[in-house]
């Protein structure tokens, strides 16, 4: 058996609908509603990701060359949750000072947004864990946020080399508790039950944690 023969989409997508492009973090809306970012490199299927989770596959434009998505694009869901597809960075064609432009609207993104509830990190399976994911790996480690890595494209692999590529991923994270490895494959559906529940796990800890912090202050008021 493949991977590509495992195909699984069992779950109740994450339907959204695309809210507004911005191009800076500073435009994103000043509300409570929990974001879920879709970051990494260029070209690794971040939209096409989004799309799979959501169930759609028109919601983020997918490009056939690296840099399709070059706004912050925001989807918001009944469900309550925002899902952001980010443009990817490490994309060598585009002039320096776009690219870096780019960058710093990613960092700037990550850093500021106080709603974030989580990264999907998608990464191509056949080129994990460059530089610059382990930056975000690393940084979101450090704020206590959680990631969900993808290693995507898993269908372009054979089962024995896709979960050894997992292994040898999951090894270097190891001491990382808020990072989850697992297959993916946005094109095949290999993965998206465990990733929608991912997402809808973060949103239901976000939820809770709003709510505890709605209560605590109103049961001592009404006390008074
Ligand atoms: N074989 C295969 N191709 C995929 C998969 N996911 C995405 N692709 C292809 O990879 C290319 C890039 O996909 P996108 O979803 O646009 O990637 P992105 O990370 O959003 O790219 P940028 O917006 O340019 O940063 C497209 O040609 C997709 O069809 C996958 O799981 N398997
Ligand atoms: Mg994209």
Not at 40 to 64: E, F, H, P, W, Y
Not at 104 to 120: C, D, E, H, M, P
Request: aromatic fraction near 6%.
């Amino acid at each position: 058996m493949t991977l590509a023969d495992s195909v699984e989409d069992g779950s109740n997508p994450i339907v959204g609908s695309f809210w507004k492009g911005v191009d800076h973090p500073s435009l994103c809306p000043n509300d409570r509603v929990p974001e879920i970012a879709f970051a990494g490199r260029s070209n690794s299927g971040k939209s096409s990701t989004l799309n799979r989770i959501a169930g759609s596959t028109r919601l983020a434009r997918v490009g056939k060359s690296p840099g399709r998505t070059q706004m912050i694009n925001l989807f918001n869901s009944p469900e309550g949750v925002r899902l952001v597809d980010l443009p990817g960075y490490g994309y060598a064609r585009v002039a320096r000072t776009r690219q870096e432009e780019w960058f710093k609207s990613i960092n700037q993104y990550l850093t500021t947004r106080s709603n974030l509830a989580g990264v999907v990190l998608t990464m191509d399976i056949r080129r994990p864990l460059l530089v610059q994911d382990l930056h975000l790996i690393r940084w979101a480690a450090e704020s206590s946020l959680p990631v969900l890595a993808l290693l995507n494209k898993s269908d372009k692999l054979g089962r024995g080399r896709a979960l050894a590529q997992k292994a040898g991923v999951e090894q270097a994270l190891s001491t990382l508790v808020s990072v989850e490895v697992e297959l993916f494959s946005a094109s095949k559906a290999i993965g998206v039950d465990r990733a929608r529940c991912w997402v809808r796990e973060r949103v239901k800890g976000v939820q809770e944690l709003a709510n505890k912090l709605d209560e605590s202050p109103q049961d001592t008021r009404r006390g008074q």
